[in-house]
């Protein structure tokens, strides 16, 4: 069967950089790269694997380009220079450091291999504590009791 991309934007590792948002136009719509370029009439996704084998530099300029050839709220050069390489950033390919995995924590973890099955056996142990405190008097125990009260009481009454 052929392959389809009729889920490819789900899964795209270009979504994170195309549905940023780059600042404010002019009439106040918030603006992403994914509209800025195709206002440009670039396909967005084309445009940013383009830009995602570029070196960070040349990547950055042409995004600054691109912002700087739609109707914007006025901003110095600089900081459409800071924006462009803040998003840059989020493409795929380019130099930002990854976020440790759920596995390098765990194995980066200072507890010993016993502790779980430790932590496991004392939570049974308690809830068996707590079961036997709070479990019924049987009612030949409360007979018991009663005779020996009694018993206690009449022995107690005789001396």
Not at 64 to 79: D, G, K, L
């Amino acid at each position: 069967m052929p392959s389809t991309d009729a889920f490819a934007l789900k899964n795209s590792d270009l979504n994170a950089f195309l549905f940023a948002d780059v600042g404010t136009e002019r009439n106040g719509s918030a603006l992403t790269i994914l509209s800025l370029l195709a206002r440009l009439g670039q396909d967005p996704w084309i445009e940013a694997g383009r830009w995602a084998r570029l070196p960070k530099g040349t990547a950055t300029a042409c995004l600054v380009r691109s912002i700087n050839a739609m109707p914007m709220e006025p901003h110095t050069t600089a900081e459409w220079n800071a924006t462009a390489a803040r998003l840059i950033l989020l493409l795929p390919g380019q130099s930002r450091p990854s976020p440790p995995s759920i596995g390098k924590a765990i194995n980066v973890s200072s507890l010993p291999p016993w502790a779980p099955i430790a932590f496991f056996c004392a939570a049974i142990a308690l809830g068996w504590i707590v079961n036997m405190m709070a479990a019924p008097v049987s009612s030949a125990d409360a007979i018991v009791s009663a005779e020996q009260t009694t018993t206690a009481g009449t022995a107690v009454g005789k001396q």
